[in-house]
């Protein structure tokens, strides 16, 4: 009878063990109304699918990491593993850096946020992406959104401190604006980017004109605080779906005579530009 006991303690102890696998194993699922997304344990995006229509819109053999860290030298780091407790996101990377995320989902939009990011010293830069899409028949670069005539897919800066597009340099910027979604070969990426600001800096700027320009610190500027967007809608839904991301995240929203100036029939007014 003891060993009938200790038999079924050990099958238990096993069955056990084999779930709280499992259940590590399970990647991180966040669903608007009309996206899904998903995120495995080394924190890579496995899944970027339309809900409506279920298709899936990641790119196949490309990496998706939801968080690069960008070290000076153009140095990237990706994470090493990712847990999640309730909402918030730990992920962790070599030399003992650990960047927590806080994910919001709204019928929208699903909204990633560092809440924490440490040590602060080690962590210069972070990158949110590069995302890779199937799709780039109409690729927006400078609005973030990739789409065909069945879906769009768009990512939006949500402060002054998350700037669309990738770092090329250590400086913090980029040589345009028109990054925040860039077409490719298997369709487009989506990316945006945030700088420590709190230490000195140098830059080049106006060509090779101004070498080595100091940019002061701005103290407190960290990356902490960083935060984006990613949505999906149909095609014309796209510009609608930004508007109500604007409101729903507290974000300047223009009005014209009672419109949004992204609508405004106005909005593209002509105008003449002389040194009179």
Not at 45 to 58: G, Q
Request: proline letters at 5%; hydrophobic letters at 40%.
């Amino acid at each position: 009878m003891k060993q009938t006991l200790l038999f079924v303690k050990m099958v238990l102890l096993l069955l056990g063990s084999v779930l709280i696998l499992s259940c590590a194993s399970e990647d991180f699922q966040m669903s608007t109304d009309s996206l899904s997304l998903a995120v495995n344990d080394h924190g890579n995006i496995t899944s970027i699918k339309a809900n409506v229509i279920d298709t899936e819109f990641l790119a196949t053999n490309q990496k998706a990491t939801l968080l690069l860290i960008r070290k000076t030298d153009s140095i990237l780091l990706s994470p090493i593993s990712m847990s999640a407790d309730g909402t918030v996101l730990s992920l962790s990377y070599e030399d003992g850096i650990v960047v927590q995320i806080q994910v919001t989902v709204k019928k929208t939009h699903i909204s990633f946020e560092i809440v924490s990011a440490t040590p602060q010293e080690k962590i210069p830069a972070v990158i949110w992406g590069p995302y890779p899409i199937n799709i780039g028949e109409t690729v927006g670069e400078v609005v973030g959104v990739t789409r065909n005539q069945d879906f769009a897919i768009g990512l939006q800066a949500l402060n002054l401190k998350t700037i669309g597009g990738f770092p090329l340099n250590d400086a913090g910027g980029i040589e345009n604006r028109n990054v925040a979604a860039s077409k490719t070969d298997f369709g487009s990426t989506l990316q945006a980017f945030s700088f420590d600001r709190s230490v000195e800096r140098h830059a080049t700027v106006w060509g090779t004109h101004y070498p080595n320009m100091p940019i002061p610190p701005i103290e407190g500027e960290t990356v902490v605080g960083s935060k984006i967007a990613l949505f999906g809608s149909t095609p014309d839904k796209a510009l609608e779906t930004i508007g109500k991301i604007e409101l729903d995240e507290g974000l300047p929203h223009p009005m014209v005579n009672g419109e949004w100036i992204k609508t405004h029939p106005e909005r593209s007014k002509a105008y003449f530009i002389t040194s009179f």
